[in-house]
Nanobody
Framework: EVQLVESGGGLVQPGGSLRLSCAAS????????MSWVRQVPGKGLEWVSA????????YYTESMKGRFTIYRDNAKNTVYIQMNSLKTEDTAVYYC??????????WGKGTLVTVSS
């Protein structure tokens, strides 16, 4: 059974940093690219970042470039996103996801990040 479990969310002040983790199980982790997607309260889903299976390629939505860094530790079956210079508009539930071309997608339950003074 594929499982994705996020952790690391919480309350942080504007300008602060957080690192989110996503522990994966139930599949060969390094065979798959992994993504982070967020949902601002009351709004739709927004793709944040992705990383290839071997970690060699990373992708970001424009507004996160330079502030967020995605990386993975395949020995630990974990993908991370380091978020710096956080803004109030980064407040959201952050989901870890594994997307497949065959539509067999998996999502974690999410972790809430609140950026507020």
């Amino acid at each position: 059974e594929v499982q994705l479990v996020e952790s690391g969310g919480g309350l942080v002040q504007p300008g602060g940093s957080l690192r989110l983790s996503c522990a994966a199980s139930g599949f060969t982790f390094d065979d798959y690219a992994m993504s982070w997607v967020r949902q601002v309260p009351g709004k739709g889903l927004e793709w944040v970042s992705a990383i290839s299976g071997n970690g060699g390629s990373t992708y970001y939505t424009e507004s996160m470039k330079g502030r967020f860094t995605i990386y993975r530790d395949n020995a630990k079956n974990t993908v991370y996103i380091q978020m710096n210079s956080l803004k109030t508009e980064d407040t959201a539930v952050y989901y870890c996801a594994r997307f497949s071309s065959n539509g067999e997608d998996y999502w974690g339950k999410g972790t809430l990040v609140t950026v507020s003074s």
